[in-house]
């Protein structure tokens, strides 16, 4: 009665990886570094989470656009024009007509892979997570980094930049049901400079510190491109901020293969121990 038990058995859900892409501005060049290096070798994530930088970077992955086709539409982009955009208007309407031109006017229930991102009430400093609607306007609010843009409103409540609440959710992942995760923070090493943004973000109406920490707890695996002479605003080194992307998660990719291949191995050894007959409960 084998046959029997194998025809009629129980499918069991597939066992998912999950992407997190912290914040970073002009340093998510490294993010698409990161996924040539998957790429290259054979890795594919279900489910992807991502902050600022991180979720449209998400988003495009989330919409099965290869890393050579994210790479080419942000070699495309005339960053001084935006930027100087950015602060004559101090709103995202230029970045929302970006993404919809090459993504499409699109819900998030429209994507091609499940994905969320987060940001942050402006008013109260909490994190809010963003998971329906709209996808161009969720990656603006996400992406919504004073002084430079002016919250965007969703659902009436004015949101900022992921990255005040938490930047590499890793957490949002778990919550998309990934069983291992990989984040990638483009902040761990930074110097810290004071500047006029600095003085104007300790203005800010609401506390907040290590945003990182939740991608840490949440992540199996977190990469760190040593990326501290670049700042968000470092439009001029999009090429070297990539190849170290890409050189860090060829560092790290036995690591990441290994992991995978115990979470396969567990499974593979449950299903030996069950046996066919009792996988049909």
């Not at 999950?18 to 994530?45: P, Q, T, V, W, Y």
């Not at 499409?104 to 963003?130: H, I, Q, W």
């Not at 902040?187 to 991608?215: C, H, R, V």
Request: glycine letters at 10%.
């Amino acid at each position: 009665m084998a046959w029997y038990h194998k025809l009629f058995k129980r499918e069991k859900p597939k066992k998912k990886l999950g992407l997190a892409l912290g914040s970073g501005g002009a340093k998510g060049m490294a993010h698409i570094g990161a996924l040539r290096a998957f790429e290259e070798n054979g890795i594919e994530f279900d489910v992807v989470a991502g902050a600022s930088i991180g979720s449209i970077v998400g988003a495009f992955y989330a919409d099965r656009y290869r890393a050579d086709e994210i790479l080419h539409l942000l070699e495309t982009v005339n960053f001084k024009e935006i930027t100087n955009m950015f602060m004559v208007k101090m709103d995202t309407v230029g970045l929302e007509d970006v993404i919809n031109r090459y993504i499409g006017d699109l819900s998030f229930n429209e994507l091609k892979k499940p994905f969320m991102c987060t940001a942050t009430d402006y008013r109260t400093g909490e994190e809010v997570d963003l998971k329906e609607g709209s996808v161009a306007k969720a990656l603006c609010a996400s992406s919504s980094y004073p002084p430079f843009f002016k919250p965007v409103e969703i659902d009436g409540r004015l949101l900022v930049d992921g990255a005040f609440s938490n930047a590499v959710p890793a957490d949002l992942a778990r919550q998309m049901g990934a069983q291992f995760v990989v984040g990638i923070d483009l902040s761990a090493f930074k110097k810290e400079k004071k500047s006029i943004i600095g003085d104007w973000l300790a203005k800010m109406p609401f506390e907040y510190g290590n945003t990182s920490q939740k991608g840490y707890d949440n992540s199996d695996i977190m990469l760190k491109p040593p990326l501290s002479e670049y700042s968000a605003a470092s439009f001029s080194g999009l090429h070297e901020m990539y190849e170290i992307g890409y050189e860090t998660a060829m560092k790290e990719m036995p690591a990441v293969k290994e992991g995978i291949a115990a979470l396969n191995g567990a499974k593979a050894a449950k299903k030996k121990e069950k046996g066919d007959g009792e996988e049909t409960e």
